[in-house]
């Protein structure tokens, strides 16, 4: 395929940015180039493409590919364009790219600098064997690709690649290491090199098919409250705060599992003055491009001041560790046994080096109470003319946030409304990056965490001057 570079570079130039996971949109004068063409096996090479800026550091991308002189029924949707040496396809979308990835973790081989290794099995291992799995894509994600094969594995496929082991496959071994019974199977992964760095390129887990995805369920429930006007959050059938109960207790569970197999050490006031300043950054990044945030810059400020204006052990008495990162109900499934908690990515558009910090375990929580003020306020956006709605919306937020504290500290030993200064500074920081991200994606729901905003700094306005 090395003879076809300049064309496959002109395909993507324009392919390549209209993908939900390029990072680069909004970055002026982006350049292409293949920076490496790694044959995996036929039919399916990987391209590692790098795209410069006049401004800010390269971002590198991983784009596996199947050139076909064919064109099979029902490849339209993923065809990337033509060149001299036939049709090119995405080779994730297309089945026999999906089953040579697949072929390639299992034989645990190398392909140049492309590394695929197992995870370790128990001695009486009874998953199904990497071969012969139907593949099939999923639906478009935020930040990377997933094919699923069969009813048994999930291949999580890192589109844009930073240098270094992904926090993803990190914390899954580690937790998988300890016995952790709310994480889904580590299997298989594979590396290359990225400027010079070992790098996750791709990460195979067990499929947990009978799950049910937690923001999906608590849909559910908000439907089933908003159906039965007369009827409180805690009387209708889909009542969902039980679960929250248990979503809590098994976040607080996953959090002293990292705490067993991964450092941790107490905060220090150089750590909370550290937070409270990259918070501020934070902040100053999402006022640059929203308007409608600025007359809440000064409360929200107060808030994060707030994290070092007393000692640290009363601030946080709890250690900083390694978490979730960005943990939220489309996070989490529903299975027999329990809750699952899987992408343990981050926060995708923060740089690695930041996600894999020791941090405040309540982040997680934050992400968690926000997620279900979201829940329940996304429906209501779809139903405004109905009278009521504020109120139910808040009832439901409130009972399932109360819920999923009081079951974390049930485990934990710690309710996380007892650090009321850190827990408030984490969720205002999450309610303000989504600020951010519904105004450049979804401008008709910003009015969702801006009133979240609202809420946060009620009481940290500072005092009018005297006089």
Not at 351 to 377: C, I, K, Q
Not at 380 to 408: K, S, T
Request: glycine share 8%.
């Amino acid at each position: 395929m090395g003879d076809h570079h300049g064309e496959l570079t002109g395909l993507l130039t324009d392919w390549l940015p209209r993908q939900r996971w390029f990072a680069g949109k909004g970055r002026a004068s982006g350049r292409l180039r293949i920076h490496r063409d790694i044959l995996v096996s036929e039919p399916l090479r990987l391209l590692i493409v790098e795209v410069d800026y006049d401004r800010g550091p390269a971002e590198f991308y991983q784009v596996p590919l199947v050139l076909r002189h064919d064109a099979p029924h029902g490849h339209e949707g993923f065809l990337i364009g033509e060149c001299a040496g036939g049709l090119v396809y995405d080779g994730l979308a297309d089945p026999s790219g999906a089953a040579t990835l697949l072929d390639f973790l299992a034989r645990a081989v190398h392909r140049d600098d492309l590394v695929a290794e197992r995870f370790p099995a128990p001695d009486d291992d009874t998953r199904v064997p990497l071969v012969d799995l139907p593949a099939a894509p999923i639906g478009a994600e935020q930040s990377n690709s997933s094919v699923v094969y069969g009813d048994a594995y999930i291949l999580k496929v890192f589109r844009r690649l930073w240098p270094g082991e992904n926090p993803d496959l990190e914390v899954t071994r580690a937790l998988a290491a300890v016995g952790s019974q709310h994480v889904a199977a580590p299997v298989a992964w594979y590396t290359g090199e990225v400027t010079g760095v070992p790098t996750t390129f791709g990460f195979l887990q067990q499929y947990l098919r009978s799950g049910s995805e937690g923001w999906r369920m608590a849909l559910a429930s908000v439907r089933d409250l908003y159906a039965e006007a007369d009827l409180r959050a805690d009387e209708v059938g889909g009542d969902f705060a039980a679960e929250a109960e248990r979503l809590g207790a098994a976040t607080a569970q996953v959090h002293a599992d990292l705490a067993r197999a991964l450092p941790t050490r107490p905060p220090t006031a150089d750590d909370l003055r550290g937070l409270a300043a990259y918070l501020r950054g934070r902040l100053d990044a999402a006022l640059d491009g929203v308007e409608a945030l600025h007359p809440h810059a000064e409360a929200i400020r107060t808030v994060y001041d707030a994290l070092h204006a007393a000692p640290p052990a009363l601030v946080h008495p709890r250690p900083f560790q390694r978490l979730h990162g960005d943990l939220h109900l489309g996070q989490v499934l529903r299975v027999d046994s329990g809750w699952v908690l899987f992408d343990f990515e981050g926060e995708p558009a923060r740089p690695v080096a930041d996600r894999v910090g020791l941090e405040s375990p309540l982040r997680d929580v934050a992400g968690m109470l926000r997620s279900f003020d979201y829940a329940a306020r996304s429906l209501q956006l779809e139903r405004d003319d109905e009278p009521g709605l504020e109120y139910r919306a808040q009832e439901w937020a409130q009972r399932n946030r109360d819920a999923f504290c009081q079951g974390y500290a049930a485990t934990a030993g710690r309710d996380p409304r007892d650090d009321a200064t850190m827990l408030r500074a984490l969720e205002l920081d999450k309610a303000v990056y989504e600020v951010l991200y519904e105004a450049r994606h979804r401008p008709g729901w910003i009015r969702i965490p801006l009133a979240a905003v609202t809420r946060l700094t009620a009481t940290a306005a500072p005092a009018a001057p005297a006089g």
